[in-house]
């Protein structure tokens, strides 16, 4: 349970839920984190080549 009580859910992005500014968020976090895999994973580099 997070410090306010809440399980999981965050009051400030439940407005954003299927928007494309949701849609956005998620590309800008999503990129990052696919380079960082394919400069450091071999493994996952190999299935996404």
Same mark, same amino acid.
């Given at each position: 349970? +997070? +410090? @306010?009580? =809440?399980?999981? %859910? @965050?009051?400030?992005?439940?407005?954003? &839920? @299927?928007?494309?500014?949701? =849609?956005?968020?998620?590309?800008?976090? &999503? &990129?990052?984190?696919?380079? %960082? %895999?394919?400069?450091?994973?071999?493994?996952?580099?190999? =299935?996404?080549?």
């Amino acid at each position: 349970m +997070s +410090s @306010n009580g =809440r399980k999981h %859910f @965050n009051m400030e992005i439940k407005p954003l &839920l @299927n928007t494309p500014r949701m =849609r956005e968020i998620q590309m800008w976090k &999503l &990129l990052p984190a696919l380079r %960082f %895999f394919y400069e450091k994973a071999p493994f996952d580099r190999g =299935r996404m080549d």
